[in-house]
């Protein structure tokens, strides 16, 4: 069966930066945006927690999506510093992170909790970009289509559908590194994750976006964006500033 493909989607990690200053950034994105013709991809920021109700505020009324960086599995409870998928969904975002390679690192995170964060995002209403890729060591051995594949099966649930989730394939050491995979590696790896997509979740398989992360800059966004299977960008050190966010956006038209 053939699907048409996605609409695109280039998304804003800001990870651990911005302060209210930021929203400046956001809302000359949100301007662009509403400028921008037939064609371009959906755009989405994902600021800290501590922007989420600002940056909402900005994005009101306009193109500009939002998401979160985390969530908490459980709804609500006795979580000290945590927040909930239905909390993030209350300041107005309609997607959240679950499972990035820092939350793995950092937090300990592994696939069953991402598995459980992703359950909980589609539990709120809320899309969930499941975030996978391998290291530097695992790509050397040969091992990436293996992981990637273990990831997927561990950290999807059965809840997940073409409008409730988005892969971002992020090798691990092309984050922050200004290092990227060939293009014949990334077509590789969406690749083998479409085939992943398709044989288990049949039939919306097909239509679920999958964005390429790591190192994505103004330079190299249209190559990769190009390539078959990569449906969008997840962007991180790029994205806080809006000129060079908007120059990755600018792939597409
Ligand atoms: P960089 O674009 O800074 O490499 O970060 C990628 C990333 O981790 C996005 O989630």
Same mark, same amino acid.
């Given at each position: 069966m053939t699907t048409a493909p996605p609409r695109p989607l280039v998304a804003g990690n800001?990870?651990?930066?911005? #302060? =209210?200053?930021?929203? /400046?950034? %956001?809302?000359?994105?949100?301007? +662009?945006?509403?400028?921008?013709?037939?064609?371009?991809?959906?755009?989405?920021?994902?600021?800290?927690?501590?922007? #989420? =109700?600002?940056?909402? /505020?900005? %994005?009101?009324?306009?193109?500009? +999506?939002?998401g979160a960086q985390d969530c908490h599995a459980s709804a609500s409870g006795a979580h000290t510093g945590d927040i909930s998928a239905e909390m993030i969904k209350d300041t107005g975002a309609t997607a959240v992170i679950v499972g990035h390679s820092e939350r793995r690192a950092d937090h300990g995170e592994l696939d069953r909790v991402v598995r459980a964060k992703a359950a909980a995002a589609h539990r709120a209403g809320l899309t969930a970009i499941v975030c996978i890729g391998e290291t530097k060591g695992e790509r050397l051995a040969g091992l990436t289509l293996g992981v990637v594949d273990r990831q997927l099966a561990g950290s999807l649930p059965e809840?997940?559908?073409?409008?409730?989730?988005?892969?971002?394939?992020?090798?691990?050491?092309?984050?922050?590194t200004g290092l990227t995979p060939s293009p014949e590696d990334v077509a590789e790896v969406h690749q083998a994750i479409r085939a992943h997509l398709t044989q288990r979740f049949s039939p919306s398989g097909g239509g679920i976006r999958i964005?390429?992360?790591?190192?994505?800059?103004?330079?190299?966004?249209?190559?990769?964006?190009?390539?078959?299977?990569?449906?969008?960008?997840?962007?991180?050190?790029a994205s806080l500033k809006a000129d060079d966010f908007l120059a990755i956006i600018a792939a597409y038209v």
């Open positions: 800001w990870k651990m930066n911005g #302060l =209210a200053s930021a929203l /400046a950034e %956001a809302a000359t994105v949100r301007d +662009a945006l509403g400028r921008a013709g037939a064609g371009a991809p959906e755009v989405m920021i994902c600021p800290p927690a501590t922007l #989420l =109700a600002p940056l909402a /505020a900005v %994005a009101q009324g306009s193109a500009l +999506a939002m809840t997940v559908t073409a409008a409730n989730t988005v892969v971002a394939y992020e090798p691990i050491w092309a984050i922050g964005l390429y992360g790591g190192s994505v800059k103004p330079a190299n966004a249209r190559e990769l964006l190009s390539l078959p299977n990569v449906n969008g960008a997840l962007v991180g050190g």
